[in-house]
């Protein structure tokens, strides 16, 4: 079921009204709760990091499973370990679910899996003041131990009875398995049980310095542009029998692009371009090989590039242009685009809003400040937009930190408390 924005809206003013001056009673406890077990929860997090669980390292992403499916067996949920086809080459999912009829019914979504694999040479758990490195640290087990905390202080002041809470935390959000269909499918039919999806990739600060919270994804796609030319001598390049080349071709259309297809919000990036008298391009576009001489007119060329988007009407204009410019062929040549959806777009819509203020006003009623929305455009794509068009959604509730995918990725250590504490009382509020 999916919220209505206004009615959303209305609940959202209400909340606010309410609670303008400060936290009830038993939120003041659930802050208390936070605070008092706040070393637990950076152990727990010390514990996942120090285990690799790079997406194609299954074993190690089934290990995190298990130590954070502990966590939510002792909070009462049912858990349960989703295994994907073996032809899928991934590990699967841990989901975990409480029945309740109180309140919103509550989606949480995380990721255990790091971009860093096996052999990777960065450094496992390394604390240096306030700050803390490692594999995942802030993307996003980080994310992971703040569900796990903030649900942890509501069961400790007996806020989780009669709740209803779907938590997924997929095994390959950062390489998702092939097809979606199937490597989402737990996510998305849980989803469809919830009226709310909340996801904990990292808190991003805004240029003010101040956390924001994310009510838009753009979508990632790409598109394969392929070229042919006229094979022949060099010296005759230009003229009506040889035409202009694959290779001329190519940078016409690319360029084109670049001057007639943008937009806010929209990018469209050529990542690889390989052409000549012969030139190919691997089964995943990330790799080419090409042949050809300098006295000899271009035959072939192939670009791939990768397209984002806000809307999938922003991606229909985008795709409609892209194709009149591709079908603008020079004198001697043809070319043709085909495009691949990938992950969908979370649209900025007035239900994630009203979600986003609802979660500002429990951070400012808690003294952490209010919670201004990041410009959709400058996030890339996560697991939340698999789930986005069908409920309302907001994502970066999780831990802030610096240099994420890198070796020097960290986490500021302060944010898990502060990220626990807006959390919970999110929580409690959605689900009275």
């Known amino acids: 079921m999916k919220l ?39 152990q727990l997090l010390e514990r996942s990091v120090n285990i690799n669980s790079g997406t194609m390292n299954h074993d190690g992403v089934r290990a995190v499973g298990k ?6 067996a002792q909070l009462g949920f049912a858990t349960r370990w989703s ?11 841990l989901i975990a679910s409480r029945e309740g009829k109180q309140g919103k019914r509550l989606l949480l979504i995380g990721h255990l ?25 802030n993307d996003m087990k980080g994310g992971d131990v703040i569900i796990i905390e903030a649900l942890r202080a509501l069961q400790r002041v ?28 737990d996510m998305v039919n849980a989803a469809k049980r919830s009226d709310i999806a909340l996801a904990f990739e990292a808190t991003v600060r805004d240029k003010n310095g101040k956390d924001t ?22 010296s005759g390049i230009f003229t009506e029998g040889a035409g202009y080349g694959a290779i001329y071709e190519a940078a016409r259309i690319v360029d084109a692009f670049r001057q007639q297809v943008i937009e806010p919000d929209l990018t469209f990036s050529p990542g690889l371009i390989v052409g000549g008298t012969d030139a190919t391009t691997n089964a995943l576009g990330t790799t080419g090989q090409a042949a050809g001489k300098t006295n000899v007119i271009s035959r072939t060329a192939t670009v791939e590039g990768d397209l984002r988007y806000l809307s999938n009407e922003q991606r229909d204009r985008a795709h409609a242009k892209m194709q009149a410019i591709v079908a603008q062929n020079l004198p001697g040549t043809s070319a043709s685009i085909v495009f691949h959806d990938a992950y969908p777009p979370m649209s900025p819509t007035a239900g994630n809003l009203a979600v986003l203020k609802v979660y500002s006003q429990a951070s400012a009623d808690a003294g952490l400040g209010e919670i201004p929305a990041l410009p959709p455009g400058q996030r890339g794509a996560g697991d939340v937009q698999f789930v986005a068009p069908l409920l309302d959604s907001l994502d ?21 408390e502060r990220a626990t504490i807006r959390t919970a009382i999110l929580l409690y509020r959605l689900t009275r």
């Open 67 to 72: 130590l954070f499916g502990e966590q939510f």
């Open 4 to 42: 209505k924005p206004f009615a959303f809206a209305v609940l959202a003013l209400l909340w606010g009204a309410a609670q303008a001056e400060g936290l009830s009673p038993i939120e003041q406890k659930i802050v208390a709760e936070v605070k008092a077990h706040a070393p637990q929860g950076l």
């Open 213 to 234: 919270g994310t009510i838009g994804r753009r979508a990632s796609s790409s598109w394969e542009l392929k070229v042919t030319g006229k094979q022949g001598h060099s």
């Open 396 to 416: 970066g509730l999780g831990a802030t930190g610096n240099g994420a995918h890198s070796p020097d990725e960290d986490l500021e250590i302060a944010s898990i």
């Open 83 to 93: 295994e994907m086809p073996p032809a899928m080459q991934r590990a699967g999912h």
């Open 113 to 137: 899996d790091t971009v860093f694999e096996k052999d990777s040479p960065v450094q496992l758990w390394q604390r240096n003041g306030d700050r803390v490195r490692g594999q995942g640290v």
């Open 158 to 185: 007996g806020a989780l009875e009669n709740t209803s809470i779907s938590v997924v935390f997929s095994g390959d959000e950062e390489n998702a398995g092939e097809p979606i269909a199937v490597s989402r499918a």
